[in-house]
């Protein structure tokens, strides 16, 4: 449930996935694609050999029309699998999550083991897996050894979850991610934070406001 | 409020007093004198805000979480304090966020370890009992094992035995039958010898003198004693054929009740006064097995029981029961006579013990009985009281 007073409604976005998928890269190009009202600087946390040791740190935000300002928090989680402990700190209170997976075939095995720790430190941390929004995103689609779009749409039929196909070096993919996964946070708190009825906001406005521009 | 690292952090939670006292001063000096610093909603944490002060927002993500506030310093000046402030709290926020995170992940790590621990403690618990039943398992096995090796080796035992005892009974035979025919013509002889005494002649004389009457009568009774011992071989040497015939003959399909009672009917035909039987035989279902030898144990069997009551000198009963369960049938033959220690029950199944004076008998009854029973793949087993009576129980399986 995103935090919130009178004035303020924070919602906790959280990038996981395997290291070296692109969460990083993620935010990075998302602070450069996005104009909402309010932005604030990327605060990443890196060892220096540029592998996520605590987290990144996206804020954004914007007003309703009620008066109300709505705050997006981002965070990536380190993906080495030694930070466990750390990736679930940072997966709690998470009110949607884009899994960032690296589309390389090498990786597979990593994205698989990545995802079923999702699943695990979700139950963990007391998120709802099954209800939980979350966008999928298979990242790095311009290396040559990537597994073909086409392949993994059919691997991944059965699942619930919106599909993305993005280069986050370019900048392609990451804003629809993003788009998709506050629709889905939208119509998950819509109701139970009055978002339309109390604060004039429509989903379409809900997602304009987020990304600083009209869709 | 969550109390998490990610919360949003307050500007008095960022510079405690030690960090004000240090930082105020140093402002005051940089802005011309005048210097104030308040939080958010504007109350003060350092100096005195004046009303008509400059203004500067404190901002770390969106919102401004404080205020720089001086009236005596230009906006440039103030504005470079603003900058150097946000610097100084930006290190502060992320030193905040980096140490509560490191605190949660540690305790999520000692959360996993404990889990760990207990999952660890649980499936140790569980090995250790899988371990005692293994244990117990091998035990049992082990013993399994030992029993079907002594088996086994009984049963070779047996069949040597059993081989020696045919080879016995085959070669004494044939001297049995040729002294059996010999002496019974002896005894004709001998009947002709005494007509001489009769005979009209000189030799009546002699017969007086020589005293030939005791002799001829003496003769005819050791003639009589020499059969009885050759019938008594005979026996024996019965006995020996049936204890190493187990293995032969056919396979029928038979009711063991049947079998008691023509065993029963064979041991009545030379019982001793006194002693009663009583049977108490349920429906059996049939079962494959060796009739002739299956009676030979039954009769074995109960004579033994006969022989142990004529032994006590009272009267006495053998009491035969049987019935069948699932798993097979149970038949249980009962006497009230002498009884037996626990030493003879240890050697009762031996061939060649027995209990009974020399030359009543060879003690193969029960070896040969167990015989039977193992080639039937049941069981026999003894129980008994001194003086109070044995009851030999026998269990032959059905299949399922
Ligand atoms: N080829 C390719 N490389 C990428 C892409 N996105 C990120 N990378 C590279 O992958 C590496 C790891 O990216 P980073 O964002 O730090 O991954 P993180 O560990 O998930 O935060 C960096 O060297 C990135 O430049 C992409 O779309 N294509
Ligand atoms: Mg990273």
Redesign the interface.
């Known amino acids: 449930m995103p935090?919130s007073d009178a004035q303020h409604l924070?919602f906790?976005l959280v990038y996981y996935g395997p290291a070296q998928s692109g969460k990083t890269t993620n935010l990075l190009r998302l602070h450069d694609l996005l104009a909402p009202e309010?932005?604030?600087e990327v605060?990443t946390?890196e060892t220096k050999d540029d592998r996520t040791l605590?987290?990144d740190?996206l804020?954004?935000?914007f007003r309703a029309p009620s008066g109300l300002?709505i705050?997006f928090?981002l965070?990536t989680v380190p993906g080495q699998v030694a930070?466990?402990?750390?990736r679930?700190?940072?997966l709690?209170?998470a009110d949607g999550v884009v899994f960032v997976a690296d589309a390389d075939r090498a990786q597979e095995t990593n994205n698989g083991e990545s995802f079923q720790s999702l699943a695990a430190n979700c139950a963990r941390v007391g998120l709802d897996f099954e209800h939980l929004p979350m966008v999928v995103q298979f990242n790095k689609c311009d290396l040559p050894s990537a597994v073909p779009e086409a392949e993994i749409r059919e691997r991944w039929s059965a699942a619930p979850w919106p599909l993305v196909f993005a280069i986050a070096l370019t900048g392609q993919g990451v804003e629809t991610s993003f788009e998709l996964l506050i629709r889905t946070v939208y119509r998950n708190f819509c109701q139970k934070l009055k978002l339309q009825s109390e604060h004039g906001l429509s989903e379409d406005a809900f997602v304009a406001g987020a990304l600083g521009k009209s869709t | 409020?969550?109390r998490?690292?990610?919360r949003?952090w307050q500007l008095d939670e960022l510079l405690d007093a030690a960090s004000q006292e240090k930082i105020g001063p140093a402002l005051s000096a940089l802005l011309g004198g005048d210097f104030a610093l308040t939080d958010q909603a504007g109350k003060a944490l350092w100096g005195q805000p004046s009303p008509e002060a400059r203004r500067e927002a404190l901002?770390?993500?969106?919102?401004p979480v404080g205020y720089l506030l001086s009236s005596s310093a230009t906006p440039a000046a103030l504005s470079a304090a603003r900058q150097l402030m946000q610097n100084l709290l930006?290190a502060q926020v992320?030193f905040k966020?980096?140490s509560t995170?490191?605190l949660?992940?540690?305790?999520?790590?000692f959360e996993?370890l404990k889990r760990e621990h207990a999952r660890l403690s649980e499936s140790e618990a569980r090995y250790k009992a899988l371990s005692g039943e293994l244990e117990a398992r091998v035990k049992k096995q082990v013993g399994e094992l030992e029993e079907r090796q002594q088996m086994l080796y009984e049963a070779e035992k047996l069949a040597s035995v059993g081989q020696l005892a045919a080879g016995m009974a085959h070669e004494i035979n044939n001297p049995l039958g040729f002294v059996r025919s010999n002496l019974t013509t002896f005894e004709k002889y001998l009947g002709k010898f005494g007509e001489l005494k009769t005979h009209p002649g000189p030799l009546a004389e002699g017969w007086q003198a020589l005293d030939l009457d005791f002799i001829l009568e003496d003769g005819i009774d050791l003639l009589h004693d020499s059969a009885k011992g050759m019938e008594r071989i005979a026996r024996i040497v019965a006995d020996l054929k049936a204890f190493s015939n187990v293995d032969r003959a056919s396979q029928e399909y038979a009711d063991l009740n049947n079998c008691l009672r023509e065993a029963v009917s064979m041991v009545e035909a030379r019982i001793p006064p006194g002693i009663q039987f009583r049977l108490d035989l349920l429906p059996l279902p049939g079962i494959v097995c060796l009739p002739g030898h299956i009676n030979q144990l039954f009769f074995n069997v109960i004579r033994n029981a006969v022989l142990a009551i004529a032994d006590s000198g009272r009267p006495g009963e053998v009491k035969i029961s049987s019935e069948a369960d699932e798993t097979g049938i149970h038949i249980r033959i009962h006497d009230t006579g002498v009884g037996m220690t626990a030493e003879q029950i240890g050697h009762a199944f031996e061939p060649f013990y027995t209990t009974r004076p020399v030359g009543s008998g060879v003690g193969l009854g029960l070896a040969t009985a167990r015989n039977v029973v193992q080639a039937h793949s049941g069981r026999i087993s003894l129980d008994s009281q001194p003086d109070a009576g044995t009851t030999v129980s026998l269990f032959f399986p059905t299949p399922p």
């Open positions: 935090e924070t906790k309010l932005k604030g605060m946390m605590f987290f740190l804020p954004l935000g300002l705050k928090r965070f930070h466990d402990g750390t679930k700190a940072v709690s209170r | 409020m969550t998490g690292f990610d949003e901002i770390l993500e969106l919102e930006r992320r966020m980096a995170l490191h949660e992940s540690v305790a999520e790590d996993s």
